[in-house]
T-cell receptor, first 113, second 116 residues
Framework: AQSVTQLGSHVSVSEGALVLLRCNYS??????LFWYVQYPNQGLQLLLK??????LVKGINGFEAEFKKSETSFHLTKPSAHMSDAAEYFC???????????FGKGTRLHILP | ETGVTQSPTHLIKTRGQQVTLRCSSQ?????VSWYQQALGQGPQFIFQ???????GRGNFPPRFSGLQFPNYSSELNVNALELDDSALYLC???????????????FGPGTRLTVL
């Protein structure tokens, strides 16, 4: 069975500092991996996804993530945090056999002025 | 804006009642998925419909049911509501061209259901 673990339910970074949100997955087959962002009172928006090919994936709003099979990780990074990045971030996993997406519990990102 | 709308925005029901939540997908999106997001949790997959037929289901009891219509709208019905059904219910649509979860799913803003 697939699963996702997001390390840290809350992460605080200063404006302009590096953002690093951690995600580890478990999958018996090659995974498809996603990062979604959820702003207050809104639905989820896809930041980026990895299916096949290049392991470094660039997304919207300056975010990127790297698929590391040996570490079963898909951490999300952004070089310089902005106040508008404050939101809930969800890592998710799926595969070709299954139509469902398994989400992690989420990490709330706080940006300090 | 994802082009996916949901109604109502908020809903309060009492235990044992039935509820219908609605979703309107983007035109051309043949796949719709429904998720339940409890407070402080990630979304959990309820089921998915493709061209009006159920195409996958998560670990939810049969009292959770759905319908998809030819006009790209869909419904989530929940019978015999329980207190634990209180959550944000999200629908997500995708084209269904490549099949499965590799399609980008566009989420609506959700319906907040409170069961008293």
């Amino acid at each position: 069975a697939q699963s996702v673990t997001q390390l840290g339910s809350h992460v605080s970074v200063s404006e302009g500092a590096l953002v690093l949100l951690r995600c580890n997955y478990s999958s018996s087959v090659p995974p498809y991996l996603f990062w979604y962002v959820q702003y207050p009172n809104q639905g989820l928006q896809l930041l980026l996804k990895y299916t096949t090919g290049a392991t470094l994936v660039k997304g919207i709003n300056g975010f990127e993530a790297e698929f590391k099979k040996s570490e079963t990780s898909f951490h999300l990074t952004k070089p310089s945090a902005h106040m508008s990045d404050a939101a809930e971030y969800f890592c998710a996993v799926s595969d070709l056999k299954d139509d469902k997406i398994i989400f992690g519990k989420g990490t709330r990102l706080h940006i300090l002025p | 804006e994802t082009g996916v709308t949901q109604s109502p925005t908020h809903l309060i029901k009492t235990r044992g009642q039935q509820v219908t939540l609605r979703c309107s997908s983007q035109s051309g999106h043949n796949t719709v998925s429904w998720y339940q997001q409890a407070l402080g949790q990630g979304p959990q997959f309820i089921f998915q419909y493709y061209r009006e037929e159920e195409n996958g289901r998560g670990n939810f009891p049969p009292r959770f049911s759905g319908l998809q219509f030819p006009n790209y709208s869909s419904e989530l019905n929940v019978n015999a509501l329980e207190l634990d059904d209180s959550a944000l219910y999200l629908c997500a649509s995708s084209t269904g061209l490549t099949g499965g979860s590799t399609d980008t799913q566009y989420f609506g803003p959700g319906t907040r259901l409170t069961v008293l």
